[in-house]
């Protein structure tokens, strides 16, 4: 059974950090794509940053947050992560975790097959 969960997520004051995680379970990490998006209140779902399966050695990153988040991943722990630095109030919303096999770590939500519960991120003074 493909599960994916994250974690990480808080309230966090602007110019702050957080790394979020996303534990994966049920399958072979290293085959796929995982990426994190985001949706803030009452706004569609966003990409923000993807890293492929390993074979591709991809990652991809929104504009929004190139050279602010990284993500990275532990293949033999089943983790991905993603590190947040110098938040912004426009980078409150749910963060969810997704998976697709043997993908290059795009940033389109519609390429994902399996999908976590998200968890809040709020940027706030």
């Known amino acids: 059974q493909v599960q994916l969960v994250e974690s990480g997520g808080g309230l966090v004051h602007p110019g702050g950090s957080l790394r979020l995680s996303c534990a994966t379970s049920?399958?072979?990490?290293?085959?796929?794509?995982i990426a994190w998006f985001r949706q803030a209140p009452g706004k569609g779902r966003e990409g923000v940053s993807g890293?492929?399966?390993?074979?591709?050695?991809?990652?991809n990153y929104a504009p929004s947050v190139r050279g602010r988040f990284t993500i990275s991943r532990d293949n033999a722990k089943n983790m991905v992560y993603l590190q947040m630095n110098n938040l912004n109030p426009e980078d409150t919303g749910v963060y969810y975790c997704?998976?697709?096999?043997?993908?290059?770590?795009?940033?389109?939500?519609?390429?994902?097959?399996?999908w976590g519960r998200g968890t809040q991120v709020t940027v706030s003074s």
């Open positions: 049920g399958f072979t990490l290293d085959h796929y794509a």
């Open positions: 997704a998976g697709e096999i043997l993908g290059r770590g795009g940033l389109e939500s519609k390429s994902y097959d399996y």
């Open positions: 890293s492929s399966a390993t074979s591709y050695g991809q990652t």
